[in-house]
């Protein structure tokens, strides 16, 4: 376990809409919600567990942007090649844009097998295949 990542907090604009999308999306990777509390919400997975809290309405008047100082993207194994394609029907069903769409599903190269997308704040989200 030493060296795993225990877990990563992110602060949101819109809970309701973060449940919304993160929810699903970490059920489908095998997730379960582990504790929710009127300001945020967790999901686990093995010992490793996200976190999703609205942050307080001071701190909104600047927009998150991953080419900024700080957090650029979360990608997660999704196992197949199948399964990045299953998700990302599910995401477009859903209305999620699929960046690097010309280059979907091998925007990260060749032999790099992944769909990627934004969450509601805009974050960068990468579900990589085989």
Request: hydrophobic share 35%; charged share 30%; proline share 3%.
């Amino acid at each position: 376990m030493k060296g795993t990542l225990h877990h990563i907090e992110i602060y949101v604009k819109d809970l309701e809409k973060s449940i919304a999308f993160w929810g699903w999306i970490l059920e489908e990777l095998g997730y379960e919600e582990y504790q929710r509390w009127e300001q945020g919400v967790s999901y686990i997975y093995e010992k490793s567990y996200l976190v999703f809290v609205r942050a307080e309405e001071k701190y909104l008047d600047v927009p998150y942007h991953r080419c900024r100082a700080g957090l650029n993207h979360l990608a997660f194994y999704g196992g197949t090649n199948a399964f990045v394609d299953e998700m990302t029907e599910k995401l477009r069903e859903k209305g999620v844009t699929i960046l690097y769409e010309d280059r979907h599903p091998y925007a990260g190269g060749p032999d790099y097998y992944a769909v990627f997308f934004e969450d509601p704040d805009r974050m960068k989200v990468e579900i990589v295949g085989e």
